[in-house]
């Protein structure tokens, strides 16, 4: 069965700092990558996804991340973090494109002015 | 891009009562969706998928008789929740995979539905 870890609960930066949130996946095959992002009581807005191909993948709002297969590890990063970026963030995983999604438990990130 | 709408955003019922939760494809064809339950502070877990003109597939632990799940036309989905109880109460949002040059999974908006 697949399933996805992210290790930080709460994570708190200062506006302008970097910023990198963990993801560990667990699947058996090939995975597909997404991270999304959730503002309080709203729905999922995608960042970006991860299929196949070049593994640092680059997506909406300056965040990218990098699949690497030997840790099972897709990472999310951003050089530099603005107020608008606290949210909660989810790491999920696939078997397909157009697949029932595994999320992880989710990442909590607070923005300091 | 495609747009998932859910409907309604919010819903407050008493116990007992049953609530419809309706997911629809604005401008695609979607012969699956799929509904998560999203208790406060925590993760999507799937609750099932919905088929079109087929039974929807419960995922493990999920009372199907409790969630009923319609999906009668390529835009349309339904969660029901009959009979409703406090411990119902959470964020019920639908995704539905539009298959265009690169597919992708989109999110309706959520409904947040309190069981008083």
């Known amino acids: 069965a697949q399933s996805v870890t992210q290790p930080d609960i709460h994570i708190t930066v200062s506006e302008g700092a970097s910023l990198e949130l963990r993801c560990n996946y667990s699947y058996g095959a090939t995975p597909y990558l997404f991270w999304y992002v959730q503002s309080p009581g709203q729905g999922l807005q995608l960042l970006l996804k991860?299929?196949?191909?070049?593994?640092l993948v680059q997506g909406i709002k300056g965040f990218e991340a990098e699949f690497k297969r030997s840790q099972s590890s897709f990472n999310l990063r951003k050089p530099s973090v603005h107020w608008s970026d606290a949210a909660e963030y989810f790491c999920a995983v696939a078997a397909g494109t157009a697949s029932k999604l595994t999320f992880g438990t989710g990442t909590r990130l607070q923005v300091t002015l | 891009g495609a747009v998932v709408s859910q409907h309604p955003s919010w819903v407050i019922c008493k116990s007992g009562t049953s609530v419809k939760i309706e997911c629809r494809s604005l401008?695609?064809?979607?012969?699956?969706m799929f509904w998560y339950r999203q208790f406060p502070k925590q993760s999507l877990m799937l609750m099932a998928t919905?088929?079109?003109?087929?039974?929807?597939?419960?995922e493990q632990g999920v009372e199907k008789d409790k969630f009923l799940i319609n999906h009668a036309s390529l835009t349309l989905s339904t969660l029901t929740v009959t009979s409703a109880h406090p411990e119902d109460s959470s964020f019920y949002i639908c995704?539905?995979?539009?298959?265009?040059?690169?597919?992708?999974?989109?999110f309706g908006q959520g409904t947040r539905l309190t069981v008083v």
């Open positions: 991860y299929f196949s191909g070049d593994t």
């Open positions: 919905s088929n079109e003109g087929s039974k929807a597939t419960y």
């Open positions: 401008d695609f064809q979607a012969t699956t």
């Open positions: 995704s539905a995979p539009y298959r265009g040059q690169n597919t992708e999974a989109f």
